[in-house]
């Protein structure tokens, strides 16, 4: 396949280039240096080397401890594979590389990964209208490819899946296009959890990311990591980086309970893919008491997949876009009796299984006052900080997380 006119160009990589590698020799990395210098006078080997290498020190203990300086050398290395990929007429191997390099990657060269994405894309794109992609051709039919068939569930069917105790106590409070004042005067600052509806109808992803083709096409070449296992608190969960098509379809496959999940949780995939970005917007409450936008995350996986027990720092809109979730949430004044993990990494996180209580270890926790839902599409859940919170997909299932602080000046770490 002939080359493409046009090159990946890296006007921060070439202006930081000798820096980096200076700091990068000054930590070991002699074998690293040498074979990236080798990778931008053109050896395509000595760029696949470099990043391996690179790869190693990544994951040569927690990642908390990876040295930063080993994950722009990692970003550096992507970049020159992809260059290479590029230059072969290999679109998908060339997006791999720098979605890697994203992913992984450290912060110094975001800029260049980000513009040779958008290089990378619109090339593969036209090579797609030009008939390259002939063998997808066929699937047009919208109807034929919903990703989630609406759908109405028998509340005793329900049950015998949710939690004890499910939908038998407090609703929470669900209000219609509510203003943003009065979100703020009644339940913001009296840190009270609110679905609200009839708010999100203007997001082109609530028809587009229930049709397969449209996300294929949009992030089908794109490496994402997934979570696979029941939760990230039992001994088989375990992390891959796939592209988004092999994701698709393992959503659409895991019809059974046997099959192990695979989900999507807790990703910056808007930062990631521009293209999903444009289909949501940031809802205005987002903007009450004056703070930031700290996260925005994707949340998609298919029926059955957990998110345990656990609080976060934040205010939190959790904005339903595909599919039903069951949320239940517990005050934070209810905390000691949930039974927090004494280990700082999991303190936010609870030792309740909801779904199998051990009423011996943790007695307290069947009589706690809770507040439940089911989260439908089109709707969007507000939870206040320190609330604590168990959600279950009903469906499959695509939310999007927002995740803001205020102007208190309480530490909002992550």
């Given at each position: 396949?002939?080359?493409?006119?046009?090159?990946?160009?890296?006007?921060v990589?070439?202006?930081?280039?000798?820096?980096?590698?200076?700091?990068i020799t000054s930590?070991?990395?002699?074998?690293?240096?040498?074979m990236a210098?080798?990778?931008a006078?053109?050896?395509?080997?000595?760029?696949?080397?470099a990043?391996e290498?690179a790869?190693?020190?990544?994951?040569?203990?927690?990642?908390?401890s990876v040295?930063?300086?080993?994950?722009?050398?990692?970003s550096?290395?992507?970049?020159?594979?992809?260059?290479?990929?590029f230059?072969?007429?290999?679109?998908?191997?060339?997006?791999?590389?720098?979605?890697?390099?994203?992913?992984?990657?450290g912060p110094?060269l975001?800029?260049?990964?980000d513009?040779?994405i958008?290089?990378?894309?619109?090339?593969?794109?036209?090579?797609?209208?030009?008939?390259v992609?002939?063998?997808?051709?066929?699937h047009?039919?919208?109807?034929?490819?919903?990703?989630?068939?609406?759908?109405?569930?028998?509340?005793?069917?329900?049950?015998r899946?949710?939690?004890?105790?499910?939908l038998?106590?407090?609703?929470?409070?669900?209000?219609?296009?509510?203003?943003?004042?009065a979100?703020?005067?009644?339940?913001?600052?009296l840190?009270?959890?609110?679905?609200?509806?009839?708010?999100m109808?203007?997001?082109?992803a609530?028809?587009?990311?229930?049709?397969?083709?449209?996300?294929r096409?949009?992030?089908?070449?794109r490496?994402?990591?997934?979570?696979?296992?029941?939760n990230?608190?039992?001994?088989?969960?375990?992390?891959?980086?796939?592209?988004?098509?092999?994701?698709?379809?393992?959503v659409?496959?895991?019809?059974?309970?046997?099959k192990?999940?695979?989900?999507l949780?807790q990703?910056?995939?808007?930062?990631?893919?521009n293209?999903?970005?444009?289909?949501?917007?940031?809802p205005?409450?987002c903007?009450?008491?004056?703070?930031?936008?700290?996260s925005?995350?994707?949340?998609?996986?298919?029926?059955?997949?957990?998110t345990?027990?656990?609080?976060?720092p934040?205010?939190n809109?959790?904005?339903?876009?595909?599919?039903k979730?069951?949320v239940?949430?517990y005050?934070?004044?209810?905390?000691e009796?949930?039974y927090?993990?004494?280990?700082?990494?999991?303190?936010?996180?609870?030792?309740?299984?909801?779904?199998?209580?051990?009423?011996?270890?943790?007695?307290?926790?069947r009589?706690?006052e809770?507040?439940d839902?089911i989260?439908e599409e089109?709707?969007?859940?507000?939870?206040?900080?320190k609330?604590w919170?168990?959600?279950?997909?009903?469906t499959?299932?695509?939310?999007?997380s927002?995740w803001?602080?205020d102007?208190?000046?309480?530490?909002?770490?992550?």
């Amino acid at each position: 396949m002939s080359s493409p006119a046009a090159t990946i160009l890296t006007p921060v990589m070439d202006s930081e280039s000798s820096a980096l590698l200076e700091s990068i020799t000054s930590h070991g990395g002699y074998a690293y240096t040498r074979m990236a210098t080798l990778a931008a006078a053109g050896d395509q080997r000595a760029a696949e080397a470099a990043c391996e290498m690179a790869w190693e020190q990544l994951h040569s203990g927690p990642w908390h401890s990876v040295l930063p300086v080993w994950r722009d050398a990692y970003s550096m290395a992507c970049l020159h594979v992809a260059k290479f990929h590029f230059s072969n007429g290999e679109f998908r191997d060339a997006l791999r590389s720098l979605d890697l390099g994203i992913i992984m990657g450290g912060p110094l060269l975001r800029k260049d990964l980000d513009s040779a994405i958008k290089l990378v894309s619109a090339a593969k794109s036209r090579q797609y209208n030009n008939g390259v992609a002939e063998a997808n051709k066929g699937h047009e039919n919208a109807s034929s490819r919903l990703l989630v068939h609406p759908q109405e569930f028998d509340k005793l069917e329900l049950l015998r899946i949710l939690p004890i105790r499910s939908l038998s106590s407090k609703i929470v409070a669900k209000r219609s296009a509510l203003s943003l004042e009065a979100f703020l005067c009644e339940y913001f600052l009296l840190g009270s959890p609110v679905i609200i509806t009839d708010c999100m109808a203007h997001w082109p992803a609530t028809t587009r990311w229930n049709n397969v083709d449209y996300l294929r096409r949009v992030a089908g070449d794109r490496t994402v990591p997934v979570e696979v296992g029941k939760n990230y608190l039992c001994s088989d969960w375990k992390q891959e980086l796939i592209t988004f098509s092999d994701f698709l379809e393992r959503v659409q496959s895991t019809g059974s309970r046997s099959k192990v999940p695979t989900y999507l949780a807790q990703h910056q995939l808007f930062d990631q893919i521009n293209d999903l970005s444009k289909d949501i917007s940031i809802p205005e409450y987002c903007y009450a008491g004056g703070g930031d936008l700290r996260s925005l995350n994707a949340w998609f996986g298919p029926a059955g997949t957990v998110t345990p027990l656990h609080h976060d720092p934040h205010h939190n809109i959790l904005a339903q876009v595909v599919g039903k979730k069951y949320v239940r949430l517990y005050s934070a004044s209810h905390s000691e009796e949930l039974y927090p993990y004494g280990e700082t990494m999991l303190h936010n996180s609870s030792q309740v299984d909801l779904d199998n209580i051990d009423e011996v270890r943790f007695p307290k926790v069947r009589d706690i006052e809770f507040i439940d839902c089911i989260l439908e599409e089109g709707e969007m859940l507000y939870i206040p900080p320190k609330w604590w919170h168990y959600v279950r997909s009903l469906t499959t299932s695509f939310s999007v997380s927002f995740w803001w602080s205020d102007d208190s000046g309480i530490s909002m770490g992550e």
